[in-house]
C-alpha cells in the first residue's frame, strides 16, 4: 500500500436502543487513513497505482466530476507515487473551480474540462485528442470502476473484524461492494445502499467486476433523492452523529448508509447477537461544496 494504514480504527457505536437489542455496531474508519486520500479510494487505486510504478509508466489519466472524492485522490496518490496524473472533468464551460478541483490542480493534475455530452464520449473521441506520451498513461475509470478497482477494494475485507455478521457499505460505481463481496467471510451478510436513485444494473456491474458470488442484499429508498442530493433531515442526522459519536460523515455516501443501518437497527432488522460493520468510506473532503454553516464538524 502507497499510504500507511495503521490508523485506520473501529469504533463502537452504541446507545440505550442498540445494547437493548443487544446489536453491536461500528464503522470501520477506512476514512482516517489520510485527509485527502481517504476511504475506498486509496484500496481502489492500489493495483492501478501499483501497475503504472511497476512498468515505469508516466501518469494515470482517470475521470470525474467537479467535487469527485476519485479524481482527488488519483492527484494526491500520483504526487506521492511520484507520477503524473491527468483528470477529465465534467463541468459546463466558465463555472468556477470547486475546492476539490482546487486540490488537484495543486497537487500537479493536469485537467481537461468537458462539456457532458463530451464527457460520455470520453472513451473513444477524447483519448484520440491526447498526444503519444499522454497515450502511454494508465486509464483509470471514473471510480476505479474495473475488476482491477473491485481487487483492490476487496483489500478492505482484511481489515474488517472475523465476529462481523453484517457488512455495510454505501455504493456509488459498485466497484467497493464488489470487492467486498469477493473478500467477505462465506456466512456474513453484505449489504449495500445505493446512493443513486433506481439504479437498476447493480447485478450486471457486479458480474463485470467479480467472479464472486457471494450472496448480497441491496436496500434502495436511502438516497435522500439521488445522487449529491440532501435533506434537512440528512443534515441534521449528520450533525446528530457527531454530537453523539463523534462521528464525523459525507452528505453523498456515508451518512446515506448510516441513516441505513440505524433505520434498519429500528425496524428489528437484526437479529440479537449480531455484529454489524459499517465501512466508512471517507469523502470528507466533498462537504466543502456545502454552505459553510451547514454542518458542525
Ligand atoms: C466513491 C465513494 C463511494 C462509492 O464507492 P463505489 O466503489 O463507487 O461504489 C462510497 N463512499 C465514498 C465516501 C466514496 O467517495
Aim: with cysteine; glycine share 10%.
Amino acid at each position: 500500500m502507497l499510504f500507511n494504514t495503521s490508523n485506520i480504527s473501529t469504533d463502537i457505536i452504541s446507545n440505550d436502543f442498540l445494547k437493548q437489542k443487544n446489536v453491536q455496531l461500528s464503522v470501520l474508519r477506512l476514512d482516517k487513513i489520510h485527509p485527502i486520500i481517504s476511504g475506498n479510494k486509496l484500496f481502489k487505486l492500489h493495483y492501478f497505482l501499483e501497475e503504472a510504478i511497476k512498468s515505469g509508466l508516466p501518469g494515470i489519466l482517470t475521470f470525474g466530476g467537479a467535487y469527485s472524492n476519485h479524481l482527488v485522490a488519483t492527484a494526491y496518490a500520483c504526487k506521492i507515487a511520484g507520477i503524473k496524473s491527468i483528470g477529465f472533468v465534467r463541468s459546463e464551460k466558465g463555472a468556477a473551480l470547486s475546492p476539490t478541483l482546487i486540490s488537484c490542480i495543486n497537487y500537479g493534475m493536469q485537467l481537461h474540462f468537458l462539456s457532458r455530452a463530451a464527457y460520455n464520449k470520453k472513451d473513444d473521441e477524447y483519448l484520440n485528442s491526447l498526444s503519444d506520451k499522454e497515450k502511454q498513461y494508465l486509464v483509470v475509470p471514473e471510480g476505479g470502476y474495473h475488476p482491477k478497482g473491485c481487487a483492490g477494494a476487496a483489500l478492505i475485507a482484511g481489515y474488517i473484524d472475523e465476529t462481523t455478521t453484517h457488512i455495510f457499505t454505501a455504493l456509488g460505481t459498485a466497484t467497493t461492494l464488489a470487492g467486498i463481496i469477493t473478500g467477505a467471510k462465506k456466512n456474513q451478510k453484505v449489504i449495500g445502499i445505493p446512493v443513486l436513485k433506481g439504479m437498476t444494473d447493480i447485478t450486471d456491474r457486479i458480474t463485470y467486476l467479480t467472479d464472486s458470488n457471494h450472496p448480497l442484499e441491496l436496500l434502495e429508498g436511502y438516497h435522500f433523492g439521488g445522487y449529491a442530493k440532501k435533506t434537512n433531515q440528512l443534515i441534521s442526522f449528520m450533525n446528530q452523529l457527531y454530537l453523539q459519536y463523534r462521528l464525523p460523515t459525507d452528505f453523498v455516501y456515508t451518512a446515506k448508509m448510516m441513516f441505513a443501518v440505524l433505520d434498519c437497527a429500528e425496524k428489528g432488522f437484526f437479529a440479537p447477537g449480531s455484529k454489524i460493520t459499517c465501512l466508512h468510506t471517507g469523502g470528507l473532503q466533498g462537504n466543502q461544496s456545502l454552505a459553510a454553516d451547514t454542518l458542525i464538524f
